[in-house]
């Protein structure tokens, strides 16, 4: 402190300085965070640092005193620091703590990436999901597998089939599986499966079929949602569906399903017969060896939830 004192002093005296700029200098070096920062690396910093600095040291109390009135500063979200650059004091902008929570929660969102999915899926926590008997199980296995994977992202572990009718909150709990992944730091995929199927078919056109394909195939965590609800073409269940599931299977990669189907419905009453009416029972068979592979079935009943 008396060091500063002093060097000030010499300072203000050596130089024939006008008062203004006297008095504006004086009070960038009665700063508490100027001072502190200016003992705390004295060591470092050159002997005419206050001089050759100057106009960092004012630029850093201007900016923090905008900053303090709520005004526009140099860079909107980012607030001034003091840091030593070659034995002399510059100023950094680093994130102001608003910004970096604003970051953080865009880390967040990015890491569950969605595909024609409702944007209400982001509120889905599963704090909020009901813990009523009749979903008690379906929750009891999300969290489960939550700990499972997490504990050991990189090992095979069997996700999640959610059967049960239109409302029970299968795509809410999915979701809330998602958003807990991406607190802890891990990425999923959530696609509602139909619109997919009509983006593929859009997709041939204009030759995006394989990069639509791919990001499916590699998603780290991948929920198939609404598997069954439309008529799947030869194609869509062959080449899409059989070809993700078939990579995946391979991969040991984590993918869920929700369904309005049962396991034994989708196979007989929606896999096995195309849009063009072939019956086609070993087509059927092979796709549920790989869902059943990659997932089990669990049943969720109770009241629809759906605003009617
Ligand atoms: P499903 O996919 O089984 O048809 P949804 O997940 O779409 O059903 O749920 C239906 C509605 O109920 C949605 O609006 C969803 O946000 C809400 N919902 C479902 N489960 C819960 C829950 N446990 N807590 C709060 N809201 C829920
Ligand atoms: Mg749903």
């Known amino acids: 402190m008396e060091d500063l004192g002093k060097t000030m002093q010499q300072l203000m005296s050596q130089q024939h300085l006008n008062d203004n700029y006297r008095q504006l200098m004086a009070e960038v070096y009665d700063d508490p965070l100027v001072r502190q920062f200016y003992e705390a690396h004295q060591a470092e910093l050159a002997d005419d640092v206050l001089t050759r600095s100057a106009a960092k040291l004012y630029e850093f109390v201007s900016e923090r005193e905008k900053l303090a009135k709520g005004g526009a500063t140099f ?4 607030e001034p620091q003091l840091v030593v650059s070659n034995h002399l004091i510059d100023v950094a902008y680093v994130p102001t703590a608003e910004t970096q929570e604003k970051q953080a929660e ?4 990015q890491r569950v990436k969605s595909i024609a999915m409702p944007k209400s899926i982001r509120e889905a926590t599963l704090k909020a999901f009901d813990q009523d008997s009749d979903r008690a199980e379906a929750l009891m296995a999300a969290l489960d597998f939550i700990d499972a994977y997490e504990a050991s992202p990189k090992r095979r572990h069997q996700a999640l089939y959610l059967s049960g009718s239109f409302g029970v909150g299968k795509t809410y709990l999915l979701a809330a599986v998602a958003n807990q992944l991406a607190a802890d730091g891990f990425s999923t995929t959530l696609v509602h499966f139909p619109s997919f199927a009509v983006e593929m078919k859009n997709a041939i056109a204009q030759n995006g079929v394989a990069e639509k394909l791919d990001a499916l195939k590699k998603a780290k965590v991948l929920m198939i949602d609404d598997i069954g609800a439309d008529a799947m073409s030869a194609w869509v269940r062959d080449d899409v569906l059989g070809v993700i599931l078939e990579y995946r299977m391979q991969e040991e990669l984590p993918t869920f399903f929700s369904s309005n189907f049962s396991m034994a419905q989708l196979e007989n009453e929606h896999l ?10 070993l087509k059927a068979q092979r796709l549920m060896q790989r869902i059943r592979f990659l997932a089990r079935e669990v049943t969720m009943v109770g009241v629809n939830r759906r605003p009617q």
Do not use: V
């Open 75 to 78: 860079a909107t979200g980012y």
């Open 106 to 109: 865009q880390r967040l969102r």
């Open 272 to 281: 096995r017969i195309s849009t063009r009416g072939d019956d086609e029972p």
